[in-house]
């Protein structure tokens, strides 16, 4: 039996070659004498997949509430679309192409797929498959890291990083790929140095973790809670973040987004979902952000920066370095999309969790009307210079329930969700407040009132989401204050104010009005409140 050890110790170290990332302990409380339940806090399309994905804590729990036994026979088939066992048919969302796929690729089939892979869990399979050990564990207990191609996403066991040197630096650590110096990250485990070199060619601040991981070396004992070594132990899994611009909500949104994506990249515990997190975002600026609420729907714990571990050699028993939001053909940043496709899963997958996570109420569309939200802007630049003739030409049709807001300064980012999950057309200038557009309902529209000659940013993050977007057509319709002037010099579209054509303006919220009034959830919501008036009529 002696002699059989040492190989079962190998054999249960290449079985656990995606190795957990969370403590082995039971999660979900489902005993036969206890009814209390203990589920990721999800909306219940995506709890289904989630029990399907983790047939254990499925099983365990069966039959011990009213929500599991929601569930019909069908759903035990439903999943997300990156597992290996996930059919088409079963798939969260699939996406729609009505657009021409000629010059693009061979048929319908492929350019749906090419969509799917570019933009939608499709992506996430190729994250999972990319997955390489680049240092091994000797034993099960010691530790780990592996990594996808180029570093884009990585995930470590018992790793010790070394912040000693920060506490020397006077300037402020931002975009920076200096942080750490050779040694100052390892582990216990056999580095495959030669692997880890061939991915280091995306040498970016925000494109790869190759300015960090450069430096590891193999550590020449363990790192466990019991070492001198650690100042600081960490048992809580721990995201280390590189954020973008954290003041606009697009780039701030790229993070958001991409950490929500690496949570699949991750999911090999049933605890994936679980709130009791530590995020580190990796800079010594204090974090602060109009937005900064949005990270309560990952962890239940205060955000720190590099401020909180400077000075210190922090030994982490689980901690992952998620996507970026600056990655060659990432997501959401220039993601690379095929023509004439829209609707990605996981964008629509990734709007629900954060509005229930953050506990945004939704009220349903009533007596046919159409909630109109026209965004007005208190900045120098893409101002609407005459915002109120247009809204009071849109006024004439009694369908429209119209809301001129600022996001700017009116609200808090919580209530400005609420606006947008209760809007169903949101009109704006170009700039980042159209990135409300992620929590619009299914049947919204997007109107982008003018573009400034930017037309691809807001177009492609509409179809990324699936509602319909609307801009404006008419050039000779559409009055610039000037030519614009960039502060760098030069005539520039984004650097003036404008005015528009009430008609054409009217025109164009009607264009958008039909297709919210055709869109088959709209039209649901209308005949449920058509049949419960009745009822209640009687």
């Known amino acids: 039996m002696e002699k059989l050890l040492p190989l079962l110790t190998r054999l249960a170290i290449t079985v656990s070659s995606i190795l957990l990332l969370t403590p082995l302990s039971c999660w979900c409380s489902c005993e036969t004498t206890d009814q209390s339940l203990t589920l990721p806090d999800l909306p219940l399309e995506h709890l289904k997949r989630y029990l399907n994905t983790f047939d254990k804590v499925k099983q365990e729990c069966q039959n ?11 759903d035990n088939k439903g999943c997300w679309g990156h597992e290996s066992h996930c059919t088409k048919e079963n798939r969260f969302q699939t996406p729609i192409c009505p657009g021409s796929h000629t010059g693009w690729v061979r048929n319908k089939e492929s350019q749906i797929e090419t969509f799917y892979q570019q933009a939608d869990f499709g992506y996430i399979k190729h994250q999972i498959n990319e997955m390489k050990l680049m240092c091994e564990p000797k034993l099960i207990t010691d530790s780990s890291l592996e990594c996808t191609e180029y570093l884009r996403f990585c995930r470590g066991r018992y790793l010790m990083l070394d912040f000693r040197d920060l506490a020397k630096r006077h300037e402020r650590i931002r975009y920076h790929m200096d942080v750490l110096q050779k040694g100052q990250i390892q582990g ?16 970016g601040a925000l494109q790869s973790w190759s300015p960090e991981l450069r430096n590891f070396i193999e550590a020449t004992e363990p790192i466990e809670e019991s070492n001198e070594q650690c100042d600081m ?3 809580t899994p721990t995201f280390a973040m590189k954020i973008d611009a954290t003041y606009n ?5 790229c993070d958001f987004f991409n950490l929500y994506a690496t949570l699949f990249v991750n999911q090999t515990h049933s605890s994936v979902f679980d709130r009791n997190t530590q995020i580190i975002v990796w800079e010594t600026y204090p974090y602060d952000s109009p937005f900064k609420d949005t990270f309560k729907a990952f962890s239940d714990n205060p955000v720190w920066t590099l401020d909180q571990v400077k000075g210190k050699r922090i030994c982490f028993r689980n901690i992952v370095f998620p996507l970026l939001p600056r990655m060659i053909f990432g997501l959401y940043y220039n993601t690379p999309i095929i023509q004439g496709c829209e609707k990605s899963g996981l964008f629509r997958a990734f709007s629900e969790f954060i509005l229930h996570r953050l506990k945004i109420p939704f009220e349903e569309p009533k007596d046919n009307k159409i909630r109109v939200t026209f965004l007005s802007r208190r900045t120098k630049y893409r101002r609407a210079l005459n915002e109120d003739e247009l809204l009071q030409e849109i006024s004439k049709n009694e369908n429209f329930i119209i809301k001129k807001i600022s996001y700017e300064r009116d609200l808090t980012f919580l209530q400005q969700l609420e606006v947008t999950r209760n809007t169903d057309i949101l009109i704006g200038m170009h700039g980042a407040g159209l ?5 619009l309902p299914e049947w919204a529209a997007i109107f982008e009132l003018y573009n400034c ?10 179809r990324l989401r699936g509602v319909y977007y609307v801009t404006w057509e008419e050039r000779e319709l559409v009055y610039p204050e000037d030519e614009g002037h960039h502060p760098e010099g030069g005539a520039h579209a984004k650097f003036t104010n404008y005015a528009f054509d009430a008609k054409e303006f009217a025109r164009l919220v009607c264009k958008a009005a039909t297709h919210v009034r055709n869109h088959e959830e709209f039209k649901k919501f209308h005949m449920e409140t058509l049949t419960t008036t009745s009822k209640d009529e009687l």
């Open 249 to 253: 909500m697009y780039h701030h949104f």
């Open 64 to 74: 011990k509430t009213e929500l599991l036994q929601k569930i019909s026979q069908k």
């Open 435 to 439: 990135t409300h557009l992620l929590f």
């Open 233 to 235: 132990f960490i048992n």
């Open 453 to 462: 000659e930017d037309p691809n940013c807001y177009k492609d993050l509409a």
């Open 188 to 203: 216990y485990c056999q580095l495959n140095e030669t692997r880890l070199k061939s991915q280091m060619d995306h040498m």
